[in-house]
């Protein structure tokens, strides 16, 4: 994968295949929910959504499977697109699953008061069943409070959401999706009336509306339209990135956010060693915007190099706190205080961290890490082949959950730096990996 990446932070996840992005801003961080494509999938087999963070755009916190076909009793299959939002201390997010009574897919609402969860569904039932096209959910809370709801493939329609999230008011109003509003299809015109697919993605800047969607036929691209209100009327606008069939991915999900002064547009595809139209990842791309509000067209590119935060080498850092990763997975713990860590560490696997904010120069690294055999950990800077900053020394714990701190002096370093985990050691599985720190 390496001459392959070079210095890409696209696709932003590189542990597991993620799908449909759904960001979310909440004080100073970027929560980024996503499906997920099960490995070696052959259809949307998708079981549980996840949940991702950053500070910075560079580096991306694995918060688990934060929400499941579990956790909604009347779900029978297909965790696909959803949204997240918060409203008065709470997070509602609306997503769309097969209901296991054989009615096809409905849009359901689970509620935490975190960000990471726990989620349980708000109602016991579904929010919305109005057709077996209920899929991909928006939500929008527009300045005077009014909360949308906009989902569907082939269909386009919005219902307006009481203040509680969990109910709303009015009729289920479709959408007219004719030439005007949203274009006409390059592919397979006499199919439906619009290039209009699937994955709405309402937004808003500086009084205009924006309605950004999954466009074809397919493969699809993605495309908007904006309109002067939340419900309309709807203008087609213009094509935001073209067909891409990077690893051969076939739908393309759209989710727009505004952080740290810049807006960002999460997309996915197939770029992953093994991917396709049913293995695919999100990346995201720096979402520019001319004079007249018109998105400037992009294309997929190796990712967002310009850091948004730093990291503090000095306090508590995530083992599964990644910039780019090569053959680490990550798994889900069972002390709160492992509650996520990185595992299936294999002999030259790594991990970089990018833009860690080295005010001074530390003495010692120390690890929190579990094994039942010995490994190490070379500490490099700005390459992986950079200078050797320590090697930690891995020793057997008891235990691949019996977590243990790993410690080594290291060489002088300061100033900004990117540092990379290289994982040296036997055959297998070598450890596993919770925190670290510098001292
Ligand atoms: O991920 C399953 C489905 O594929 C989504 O609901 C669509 O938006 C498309 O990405």
Redesign the pocket.
């Known amino acids: 994968m390496a001459p392959l990446f070079g210095k890409s932070q696209n696709p932003i996840v590189q542990t597991i295949y993620t799908?449909?992005p759904a960001p979310l801003v909440h004080n100073d961080t970027l929560y980024l929910y996503t499906?997920h494509d099960e490995d070696k999938s052959t259809w949307?087999t998708?079981k549980d959504w996840r949940c991702f963070s950053t500070t910075d755009m560079l580096n991306w916190t694995d918060r688990g499977a934060v929400l499941s076909l579990k956790n909604f009793s009347w779900a029978g299959k297909d965790a696909?697109?959803g949204q997240c939002i918060f409203r008065n201390g709470k997070f509602y997010w609306y997503v769309?699953v097969n209901q296991s009574n054989g009615k096809g897919m409905a849009l359901g609402v689970a509620v935490s008061t975190s960000p990471t969860g726990p989620f349980t569904d708000a109602l016991g039932k579904p929010l919305i069943h109005s057709g077996n096209g209920d899929?991909?959910p928006t939500v929008f809370i527009d300045d005077d409070g009014q909360a949308y709801l906009y989902w569907g493939n082939p269909y386009l329609k919005y219902v307006k959401l009481n203040k509680d999230m969990i109910s709303y008011a009015g009729d289920i109003i479709t959408v007219p999706l004719n030439k005007e509003g949203f274009n006409v299809r390059f592919k397979d015109a006499d199919k439906r009336p619009s290039a209009y697919e699937?994955?709405p993605w309402l937004y808003k800047r500086k009084a205009l509306y924006y309605m950004l969607y999954?466009a074809g036929g397919v493969p699809e691209h993605l495309a908007y339209s904006t309109a002067p209100t939340p419900t309309g009327p709807w203008f087609y606008r213009d094509t935001i990135m073209s067909v891409i069939q990077k690893g051969g991915a076939f739908?393309n999900?759209p989710g727009l956010v505004d952080y740290k002064g810049k807006s960002y547009l999460f997309y996915?595809n197939g770029a992953l060693p093994g991917g396709g139209g049913f293995t695919r990842s999100v990346a995201v791309e720096e979402c520019l915007f001319d004079e007249n509000g018109a998105i400037i067209r992009m294309l997929p590119s190796e990712g967002i190099q310009k850091a948004a935060g730093r990291i503090d080498p000095f306090k508590r850092v995530e083992a599964e706190t990644i910039a780019w990763g090569e053959g680490v997975e990550t798994e889900k713990g069972i002390t709160a205080d492992a509650d996520m860590y990185v595992t299936s560490i294999n002999h030259g696997d790594y991990i970089k961290v990018r833009n860690l904010d080295f005010k001074k120069s530390p003495k010692e690294f120390h690890a929190n890490i579990a094994a039942v055999s010995a490994a190490r950990i070379e500490i490099r800077i700005d390459s992986l082949t950079g200078k050797l900053l320590g090697t930690c020394e891995i020793k057997s714990t008891g235990g691949m959950e019996n977590w243990s701190m790993a410690s080594t002096k290291v060489a002088k370093v300061e100033g900004l730096h990117d540092i990379y985990f290289v994982f040296k050691g036997g055959t297998g599985d070598l450890f596993h990996f919770n925190w670290w720190k510098f001292k």
């Open positions: 799908a449909d499906g949307f998708m696909w697109a769309p899929i991909d699937e994955g999954a739908t999900h996915h």
